[in-house]
């Protein structure tokens, strides 16, 4: 799975929209990008993913560029809840179980 | 639906006991994944389940045994717990269909102390 890096910590007002980057420049060409996040104490949840073009769900949008070497977890109005270590994963399509590599992540921290 | 449940929540066992962690999981999911974190650090695999009947190991499964019950359920003992072994464990499931990103979901945790 390509290398990921992402910024320690960032901070966001509450309302604002939060925009987490991530570069992944070794990516290829069958590598999804994930986002989960872990907000204290609780098990990983899933946010979003994509391949090459740009995702939205009620949670969050996905934007990758074009050469898919970054992208940015775009959270439109975060909330006080949305305060928690967030980490951008890649990995190919897999047919087989594989381990999910978390690396260290973004803390977010929204502010009041 | 329920998602991934983890029972117990929380659990303190003195060096030597055993245990076992129960997981379930409701969403027909294929695959299913033990993984433990430690204080500051992420996620490792212990086992895992490609499918019902089969079990593999993962990244740090010595001290552990795990048992695919059905296809639903995924359970792991520890039979002589040690201090290290002190940790929270996340089970995990995923779909695995064949084609499609191999989305996990995860249980809430369990806390486990050893004395």
């Known amino acids: 799975d390509a290398k990921t890096t992402q910024p320690t910590s960032m901070d966001c007002a509450e309302g604002r929209a939060a925009n987490l980057p991530c570069n992944h420049s070794t990516i290829s060409g069958n590598e999804y990008v994930y986002w989960y996040r872990q907000i204290h104490s609780q098990g990983p949840q899933y946010i979003i993913h994509?391949?090459?073009n740009n995702e939205t769900n009620e949670m969050a949008s996905l934007i990758i560029t074009e050469d898919r070497k970054s992208s940015t977890l775009i959270l439109p109005h975060a909330t006080l809840r949305d305060t928690a270590v967030y980490y951008c994963?890649?990995?190919?399509?897999?047919?087989?179980?594989?381990?999910?590599?978390f690396g260290s992540g973004t803390q977010l921290t929204v502010l009041p | 639906n329920a998602g991934v449940t983890q029972t117990p929540k929380f659990q303190v066992l003195k060096t030597g006991q055993s245990m076992t962690l129960q997981c379930a999981q409701d969403?027909?999911?294929?695959?299913m994944y033990w993984y433990r974190q430690d204080p500051g650090m992420g996620l490792r695999l212990i086992y895992y389940?490609?499918?019902?009947?089969?079990?593999d190991k993962g990244e740090v499964p010595n001290g552990y045994n795990v048992s695919r019950l059905n296809k639903r359920e995924f359970s792991l003992r520890l039979e002589s717990a040690a201090p290290s072994q002190t940790s929270v464990y996340f089970c995990?499931?995923?779909?695995?269909?064949?084609?499609?990103?191999?989305?996990?979901?995860f249980g809430p945790g369990t806390r486990l102390t050893v004395l």
């Open positions: 994509g391949l090459k």
């Open positions: 995990a499931s995923s779909a695995r269909d064949r084609g499609l990103p191999d989305t996990q979901y």
């Open positions: 994963i890649v990995r190919v399509r897999s047919g087989s179980a594989r381990q999910l590599t």
């Open positions: 969403m027909n999911h294929n695959s």
């Open positions: 389940s490609a499918s019902e009947g089969t079990t």
